[in-house]
């Protein structure tokens, strides 16, 4: 992963790429829950960039406020990233990139821009991934942000898989399955990265670290 974000700062410093500068906006707190779900995401859309083009996570909050949380410090030890790779909102300028059409925008949470910056950008915004206050049935708890995320990677590795599999079978026999089983259950680990399965917070992290909901 840090190899990674290494490659994107190298890529901002050398000018406008060829192609868009997909931007994902994580915030607005630079906690647990955020900046894993935030590089997780990133990460995932990477492998889907059209050619010359870049995907970047940025923190919403300026990289001179203060010290990252503990919580999160430790975190980044855990997967190996250091604080100085992350990426800032102040990084890029997201309002010049849009002007010159170049800026494809996914908000990791509604309410991460201001209203004026909002309207000014609406056009290259394509979706909000995660509503706070969100209800995780399974768990009779709220959703976590990175909880969203993997799951959508998850589900969309899965379509991908049910796809491959009904072209193997000349379309008979897939309808209705998913990998995992007849019961549809899926292995979540067999789907994941091992960028990706770092990056995810552990149960520890889930529950002594991110606490959903505080943020509006």
């Given at each position: 992963m840090e190899e990674y974000l290494r490659r994107v700062q190298s890529r901002l410093g050398a000018g406008?790429?060829?192609?868009?500068?997909?931007a994902v906006?994580?915030?607005?707190?630079?906690?647990?829950?955020?900046?894993?779900?935030?590089?997780?995401?990133?990460?995932?859309?990477?492998q889907k960039q059209?050619?010359?083009g870049v995907c970047v996570?940025?923190?919403?909050?300026?990289?001179?406020?203060?010290?990252?949380?503990e919580e999160t410090v430790r975190y980044l030890k855990r997967v190996k990233i250091s604080e100085s790779v992350l990426l800032w909102r102040e990084d890029v300028d997201l309002v010049n990139l849009h002007q010159?059409?170049?800026?494809l925008l996914t908000l990791l949470r509604d309410g991460l821009l201001e209203n004026s910056e909002y309207h000014t950008l609406e056009s290259s915004i394509l979706r909000v991934?995660?509503?706070d206050g969100q209800w995780d049935a399974a768990n009779d708890g709220a959703l976590s942000a990175v909880t969203t995320v993997t799951r959508e990677i998850l589900q969309e590795a899965a379509e991908q898989d049910r796809a491959a599999l009904?072209?193997?079978?000349?379309?008979k026999g897939a309808k209705g399955t998913t990998p995992g089983g007849s019961n549809g259950a899926m292995?979540?680990?067999?789907?994941?990265?091992?960028?990706?399965?770092?990056?995810?917070?552990?149960?520890?992290?889930?529950?002594?670290?991110i606490r959903v909901g505080e943020y509006g």
């Open positions: 406008l790429p060829e192609g868009p500068i997909h906006l994580g915030g607005p707190e630079p906690d647990v829950d955020t900046v894993s779900a935030t590089l997780c995401l990133a990460l995932h859309l990477s059209p050619s010359g996570p940025l923190l919403c909050r300026k990289r001179s406020s203060n010290e990252l949380p010159a059409g170049k800026l991934v995660h509503q009904g072209e193997l079978l000349g379309g292995k979540e680990d067999t789907h994941k990265s091992p960028d990706m399965t770092r990056l995810t917070p552990t149960r520890r992290d889930e529950k002594s670290e």
